[in-house]
């Protein structure tokens, strides 16, 4: 692994520091991924606009998680399924359907959803005509089609980041570690 390690309080300018209070008290403490995205000032605003855009998408909550916990489990990131499997507020069974990479019984919408997602970062978003007509038929909308890909790009830059950094897992989120097969 290369040597991006968390930065501590003590290394962090002060606005930095300003965008670490916000996190805190958004989140009830400042996650690591934060930490090490501080090394590079770019990334941390990178990703925290790219979260502000999602916020403001079509997607509702569900649907995010989905498309989060999707990108997370095809890349394998343990750090980022933790993190959206600690706060997930999913129907009954969707959770560890996305955390064992399986369908989605039950919910057809948020399976199309899945599917459209897995299939965009499998195929580089090189999706057929078949897949995204069966995304609109469950009920989606182009805009919601192209807030997918805003919340691929965000969890692809954090799912890399912990997988270059080994980014260690914080202790809110031991509950919810989860380790790809």
């Known amino acids: 692994m290369s040597d991006i390690s968390p930065l501590q309080d003590s290394q962090l300018s002060s606005s930095q520091k300003e965008t670490f209070e916000s996190v805190k008290s958004a989140m009830g403490f400042v996650p690591n991924l934060f ?11 990178a990703y925290l ?3 502000s855009l999602l916020d403001k998408s079509s997607l509702d909550s569900s649907d995010k998680q989905v498309v989060l916990l999707t990108v997370s489990e095809y890349n394998r990131c343990g750090y980022c ?10 129907p009954d069974g969707v959770l560890n359907a996305l955390r064992d990479g399986a369908s989605i019984g039950g919910h057809p919408k948020l399976e199309a959803l899945r599917r459209v997602t897995r299939a965009a970062v499998d195929q580089r978003g090189w999706l057929d005509e078949a897949q995204v007509q069966a995304f609109f038929e469950a009920g989606y909308s182009k805009a919601q089609l192209l807030d997918v890909l805003v919340a691929v790009a965000m969890k692809t830059l954090s799912n ?21 097969d």
């Open 81 to 90: 399924m933790a993190a959206h499997s600690a706060g997930a507020d999913l």
């Open 49 to 51: 606009t790219l979260n």
């Open 35 to 45: 930490r090490v995205f501080a090394n590079s000032p770019v990334a941390v605003d």
């Open 160 to 180: 890399y980041t912990n997988h270059m950094a080994d980014t260690p897992l914080d202790e809110p989120l031991q509950g919810a570690a989860w380790q790809p």
